[in-house]
């Protein structure tokens, strides 16, 4: 059983489009995280939810709007796609928020092309 | 705030050499420190993780690191290394009480026979 599964695996589209990206955990985790990981492998974390509450939101533009259903799942919906929001993105999850001495499960990634 | 530097972005080693990537952190309070392996077109995955035990951690696929608080290091070793150990590693640090993970820029590690 995966663990932390995101769908689609890839995503190709036009400049000025909207797409989600969804991500499901079914570890029982209270924690759930974006991150985008740019084309030299640099990995930086977007948002953090805690039982489907925003924690952190790192300076992302607006357009880019997580909503969390429930604690299994956190999505990313992303509005007026730019090139430069091709990346892979990353879920993860990890068993609570407070301290930090938990590792985090990552899902496969999901692979965003934007021409 | 909390960073980690990783030295070198490239390493390569020869088939049953010993591997060893660098990592230092920079942290305001004590830190729990990770090492992540990345495979082509995978999610990481979790090698070992520091969190104020024992300062010499084991993981999986017989890495191991050392974490050494007066020189603010956890390099991660393994004596001998294997084709498949080739991937992209990652350091990460998060500090006590917050579970925001900062990432170092990654060493991918070249595996030759």
């Known amino acids: 059983d995966t663990a932390v599964s995101q769908t689609p695996k890839y995503l190709v589209t036009q400049m000025g489009n909207d797409k989600s990206i969804k991500c499901e955990q079914n570890?029982?985790?209270?924690?759930m995280y974006w991150y985008k990981q740019d084309s030299k492998k640099f990995l930086k974390i977007m948002f953090s939810y805690n039982n489907k509450e925003l924690i952190i939101n790192e300076t992302v533009p607006n357009r880019f709007s997580p909503k969390s259903p429930d604690k299994a799942h956190l999505n990313l919906h992303i509005n007026s796609l730019e090139l430069g929001d091709s990346a892979v993105y990353f879920c993860?999850?990890?068993?609570?928020w407070g301290t930090g001495r938990n590792e985090q499960f990552f899902g496969p990634g999901t692979r965003l092309t934007v021409l | 705030a909390q960073s980690v530097t990783q030295l070198g972005s490239h390493v390569s080693v020869s088939e049953g050499a010993l591997v060893l990537l660098r990592c230092n952190y920079s942290?305001?309070?004590?830190?729990?420190l990770f090492w992540y392996v990345q495979y082509p077109n995978q999610g990481l995955q979790l090698l070992l993780k520091y969190t104020s035990a024992a300062t010499l951690v084991k993981g999986i696929n017989g890495f191991e690191a050392e974490f050494k608080k007066s020189e603010t290091s956890f390099h991660l070793t393994k004596p001998s290394a294997h084709m498949s150990d080739a991937a992209e590693y990652f350091c990460a640090v998060s500090e006590g009480g917050y579970s925001t993970l900062t990432f170092g820029k990654g060493t991918m590690l070249l595996v030759s026979p």
């Open positions: 993860a999850s990890s068993q609570d």
């Open positions: 570890l029982g985790h209270d924690t």
């Open positions: 942290s305001s309070v004590p830190p729990y």
